[in-house]
């Protein structure tokens, strides 16, 4: 449901859209689930006051209305220019990254409203042992030791759960068999320390 107030991972990610001070649009989320819609007044204009938004959009992605609204809303903005991707371009992010993406993605459909979304993935080790056969291993980092119980779950059976999700996607993604190790650590305020970020190609400053 929509909060009255941010919470720490929508500030965190706020603060890094002020450092940047580029153009940008905010979606708020989620608004099915509002009977009342004056509810949402109060959050739009705490978001107003905080930056120059070039639009404020509310969205519904369990109903879809963001499939049709925000390509408009994106394009609308966009200065006009000659393509700076080719056609078949999937994506400018790294296999890497899309890996540690695709780890953070099963953790929050696996934790559901268990685990905050400022959960974080790094990818420390990539061996390439044959050409159809790739070695990953990934730290999983949370603030509190609660949080870790959490993400491994009874006999590790939720970070068991979470692994083989993420492989079958990896593999996917990659073309050929891969074994994916994952490892949670426990790192307080990671989202302050600078090589954390810049391993997770988040800059800041």
């Known amino acids: 449901m929509p909060q009255s107030q941010p919470g720490a991972g929508d500030k965190f990610v706020l603060e890094l859209i002020q450092r940047s001070k580029k153009p940008a649009l905010l979606l708020l989320n989620k608004i099915d689930k509002l ?10 204009e705490w978001y107003r006051n905080e930056y120059d938004w070039a639009e404020l959009i509310p969205i519904s992605a369990l109903r879809g209305n963001v499939v049709e609204v925000l390509p408009k809303q994106m394009i609308k903005h966009l ?19 899309m890996v540690a993406e695709i780890v953070r993605e099963k953790i929050l459909q696996t934790t559901e409203e268990e685990i905050p979304y400022v959960t974080a993935v790094v990818v420390e080790k990539w061996e390439e042992e044959r050409e159809d056969f790739t070695r990953i291993h990934c730290a ?4 509190r030791g609660s ?8 006999g590790a059976a939720r970070l068991k759960e979470i692994g083989i999700a993420a492989r079958q996607d990896i593999e996917s993604m990659l073309g050929h068999r891969c074994h994916l190790e994952l490892f949670v650590k426990v790192e307080k305020d990671w989202r302050d320390k600078q090589h954390l970020l810049d391993d997770m190609g988040i800059r800041q400053g």
């Open 35 to 44: 009977k009342d819609k004056s509810a949402l007044l109060p959050l739009l």
């Open 79 to 97: 200065p006009p220019g000659e393509p700076i991707f080719a056609d078949d371009d999937f994506t400018d992010q790294s296999v890497r990254t």
């Open 140 to 143: 999983i980092f949370v603030e």
């Open 147 to 154: 949080q870790k119980k959490i993400v491994i779950g009874k």
